[in-house]
């Protein structure tokens, strides 16, 4: 099983940016899939989540209204894109698959994860 992220960059307070991540070898239309954050010094958190058939999504609090997560089911690929960027998203973000959840915010029930793309907004 291969994620792997993309999209991240440098960018301004108040910018817009998305990442996506690619799936492969696995049966993309079976796991859930999230988006998590770490920040340096920070724990990973959570991000957003969607089920297996785009029905349902989940948002932290910090980015609701701001960041959408998407899913391809055609592409094997999830997206999540944002906007209003602040400073304090500032973090390598991850790609997470999870066979046996429908949607979590827990990192446990993530099975495989990518290698994270980094995210920088400048004030």
């Known amino acids: 099983v291969q994620l792997q992220a993309s999209g991240g960059g440098l960018v301004h307070t108040g910018d817009s940016l998305r990442l996506s991540c690619a799936a492969s070898?696995?049966?993309?239309?079976?796991?859930?899939m999230a988006w998590f954050r770490q920040a340096p010094g920070n724990e990973r958190e959570f991000v957003a989540s969607i089920d297996r058939s785009a029905s349902n999504t989940l948002y932290a609090d910090s980015v609701k209204g701001r960041f959408t997560i998407a899913r391809d089911n055609e592409t094997n690929t999830a997206s999540l894109q944002m906007h209003r960027l602040k400073p304090e998203d500032t973090a390598v973000y991850y790609c997470?698959?999870?066979?046996?959840?429908?949607?979590?915010?827990?990192?446990?029930?993530?099975?495989?994860w990518g290698q994270g793309t980094l995210v920088t907004v400048s004030s």
């Open positions: 070898g696995l049966p993309f239309n079976q796991w859930s």
């Open positions: 997470a698959a999870g066979r046996w959840t429908l949607i979590s915010h827990y990192r446990s029930a993530y099975d495989h």
